[in-house]
């Protein structure tokens, strides 16, 4: 691959996808594109390159998707889903005991793993959210992604990652090598497709939001821009739900982090965040990627 | 350190595990049957037993069932790792005092996940 032509790439995944990478991931870019290339019958990088510069949709629709990483498993990092259960559940079963309704979005939702996780960890709470109207949200760039979350079919490996074996008996069922999650969890949740680069409003509020291991991609100004409009879409009492590696701090003053709960924030006053200017060069991406 | 039981009639996966376990700090030891294992036990018990299902002499069914028994015998967790695939084994051996059920085949990801699972390894060290 020469220079420019990973200069193109790292452009082009910036803008349409938001996807930031360093100066120095060649082989992450022939890894993930060679394949795709392959498959669509180019000889190599530079011919991809060449069809994107003419403007082949398809080909903008997979080379974004094949770069967009899907690493997940079940109770990733387990940390958070104990937080739910122990700390943001009680809390939101008490503050909504009116209106007996909880709406959880999850906006990295990938294949499904963690809107299940949040799911299982619903049910195994059993008599506390009796007759309560629970929506589970999940969102993802790839299309291809969600179609195998809605699926909800698993590999005997993709199983045995983080997710306990009782658990495993108790709501999934057995096809041969594979393993899908009951008919009653899969109904708990609805699958969209969204990139958080686009407005967003139109899912609601929501009293929780997990938004894992995806802003680690995006450059600072889009990560604020997110975590701003995100303010904007979670209740006053509501939780945000960051991955490991990620935080507000130093970024935006919409969310603050709750003191010894790693990865759990709280919004600050909402209206803080609706003074925020909204990213500057945001329109030209959403009409490429409006295609889609 | 934590002891691990690796119970398995492949010399092959025997050799596997117990790199995998060392790796996770663990000191291992072997046996190539359910009643070579439970010697083993008699004289002293593990703090985990990776443990096959289908052995000559013995399973490792069998074997859980006897080692439960053993004075302290409630102790050691048990991580099946097997080929036996199906909900109805699964099932069999969570109600004969199985902690954890791996299907082979395994890679030191799954084994690491079950182990920190059932507690024999911190959480963090799962994901290194």
């Known amino acids: 691959m020469t220079p420019t032509e990973y200069e193109y790439l790292r452009k082009f995944l910036k803008d349409n996808s938001g996807l930031d990478l360093s100066a120095d991931k060649q082989y992450l870019i022939e890894s993930r594109l060679l394949p795709l290339a392959r498959k669509a019958g180019l000889s190599g990088i530079a011919e991809l390159v060449q069809k994107l510069q003419a403007g082949s949709r398809q080909l903008i629709t997979d080379v974004v998707e094949a770069m967009t990483t899907n690493e997940t498993f079940f109770f990733r990092d387990k940390v958070p889903f104990d937080h739910f259960r122990d700390t943001i559940m009680p809390e939101v079963i008490k503050a909504r005991a009116g209106k007996r309704s909880v709406r959880i979005w999850c906006a990295a939702g990938s294949t499904g793993q963690e809107p299940y996780s949040l799911a299982m960890c619903l049910k195994e709470m059993g008599a506390a959210l009796t007759g309560w109207r629970v929506e589970i949200i999940a969102t993802d760039l790839s299309q291809e992604v969600l179609e195998k979350a809605k699926a909800g079919v698993y590999s005997q490996f993709e199983v045995q990652r983080g997710l306990p074996i009782q658990m495993l008996v108790k709501y999934f069922k057995q096809t041969g090598e594979t393993w899908q999650i009951n008919p009653e969890l899969r109904a708990m949740i609805q699958h969209r497709q969204l990139n958080l680069l686009h407005d967003f409003s139109q899912f609601g509020t929501f009293d929780v939001i997990f938004c894992r291991n995806v802003l680690i991609y995006f450059d600072q100004d889009t990560k604020i821009n997110i975590f701003n409009r995100l303010a904007r879409q979670i209740e006053p009492d509501g939780f945000l739900v960051l991955g490991a590696a990620e935080t507000v701090v130093g970024l935006t003053d919409t969310f603050r982090p709750i003191p010894d709960r790693r990865g759990l924030y709280k919004p600050n006053d909402p209206r803080a965040a609706v003074a925020k200017p909204v990213l500057a060069g945001a329109a030209p991406r959403m009409a490429v990627m409006a295609g889609r | ?128």
């Open chain 2, 1 to 128: 350190m934590k002891t691990c039981l690796v119970v398995d009639d492949s010399s092959v996966v025997r050799k596997i595990a117990r790199r995998i376990l060392e790796g996770l700090e663990f000191e291992v030891t072997e046996a190539e049957d359910g009643s070579k294992a439970l010697e083993i036990c008699k004289r002293q018990l593990p703090d985990a037993v990776l443990l096959d299902w289908n052995m000559p002499v013995m399973d490792g069914f069998e074997f859980m069932g006897h080692m439960r028994r053993l004075p302290g015998g409630d102790q050691p967790k048990v991580v099946f790792c097997t080929t036996e695939n199906n909900v109805a084994h699964i099932a069999q051996a969570l109600s004969g005092g199985a902690n954890e059920y791996i299907m082979k085949p395994f890679d030191k990801d799954i084994i690491a996940d079950k182990f920190a699972e059932v507690g024999l390894i911190p959480v963090g060290q799962a994901m290194v």
